[in-house]
């Protein structure tokens, strides 16, 4: 997400003439899209994104049973170290 904000904080830039970056190349400015998408081909390759999917489901699977032991009046269990 940050490299996708650089890019179009450095394109915008480069298209409206400001600082330093106008003299750049194009290729400079826009090689955070590039990277970019290597890092999302990255990122489903080796299972990044699915393991933090997985994991952020585990979290509310987690946290919506502590709520309804709560509610029962059950202290929830102790995260284990």
Do not use: C
């Not at 179009?8 to 998408?37: I, N």
């Not at 990255?42 to 999917?53: E, H, I, L, Q, V």
Request: hydrophobic share 50%.
């Amino acid at each position: 997400m940050y490299l996708l904000i650089a890019g179009l904080v450095l394109s915008l830039l480069k298209t409206m003439e400001f600082g330093v970056v106008a003299e750049w190349s194009w290729w400079w400015v826009l090689s955070p899209f590039a990277m970019a998408a290597a890092w999302w081909a990255w990122a489903d390759y080796s299972g990044y994104t699915k393991r933090k999917a997985m994991e952020k489901m585990e979290q509310k699977k987690k946290n919506r049973i502590d709520k309804q032991r709560e509610a029962l009046g059950i202290k929830p269990k102790r995260p284990s170290r």
